[in-house]
């Protein structure tokens, strides 16, 4: 199984900060990953997929990079909205496997 | 726009059944598509369970395999997801979601709903 190691586990920042998260994988997935977000209660959203490409509808000010085993996410300016849960997925092989979240909280 | 609706039992005894239907609407599960479930147990991360295709075509993960079925109702535009023998530990939100293909990311999810194992 690909091992998604993903950090912090959660971050406390300011509305309008610059916030990143990376996402490590025990083996080269090239760029098959997904990064999620979950907030109780909703469905979860694709905010980025194949690594870097932004899902249609997500404001811009969220992007993403990396390839191989290193992948990052990264949050421009952090509005109150973005309070939630974050996930990094890789698709490269199966089992599909999750990184261990990041949650993101506002100071 | 795909959208996923999960239903099904909240409270499950140990040593049962659980049991989940995702009804899609906006899209015809017989047009194409895999379709997944995925779950988070409390304060814990993702793990995915499984996905199917309408042809039936099934691939779990091997971690739960020995006690997963899923399967598809084309008729009715959903699918189903059967866990036996559940313990304390299957306790988690079940989400269903779709797929491009077998091995890919979820794009579309639904709410997600509560199982909780206990007697």
């Known amino acids: 199984d690909i091992q998604m190691t993903q950090s912090p586990s959660s971050l406390s920042a300011s509305v309008g900060d610059r916030v990143t998260i990376t996402c490590q994988a025990s083996h080269d997935i090239t760029n098959y990953l997904n990064w999620y977000q979950l907030k109780p209660g909703k469905a979860p959203r694709v905010l980025i997929y194949d690594a870097s490409n932004l899902e249609t509808g997500v404001p811009s000010r969220f992007s993403a990079s990396g390839s191989g085993t290193h992948f990052t996410l990264t949050i421009n300016s952090l509005q109150p909205e973005d309070i939630a849960t974050y996930y990094c997925q890789q698709y490269e092989n199966l089992p599909l496997t999750f990184g261990g979240g990041t949650k993101v909280e506002i100071k | 726009q795909v959208q996923l609706q999960e239903s099904g039992a909240g409270l499950v005894k140990p040593s049962e059944t659980l049991s989940l239907t995702c009804v899609v609407s906006?899209?015809?599960?017989?047009?194409?598509?895999?379709w997944g479930w995925i779950r988070q147990s409390p304060g814990k991360g993702l793990e995915w369970i499984g996905n199917?295709?309408?042809?039936?075509?099934?691939y779990y993960n091997p971690s739960l395999e020995s006690r997963v079925t899923m399967s598809v109702d084309t008729s009715r535009n959903q699918f189903s997801l059967n866990l036996r023998s559940v313990t304390a530990a299957d306790t988690a939100v079940y989400y269903c979601?779709?797929?491009?293909?077998?091995?890919?990311?979820?794009?579309?999810w639904g709410q997600g709903t509560l199982v909780t194992v206990s007697s």
């Open positions: 906006g899209y015809s599960i017989s047009s194409g598509y895999y």
């Open positions: 199917i295709h309408h042809s039936g075509t099934t």
């Open positions: 979601a779709s797929l491009y293909s077998s091995t890919d990311g979820f794009d579309y």
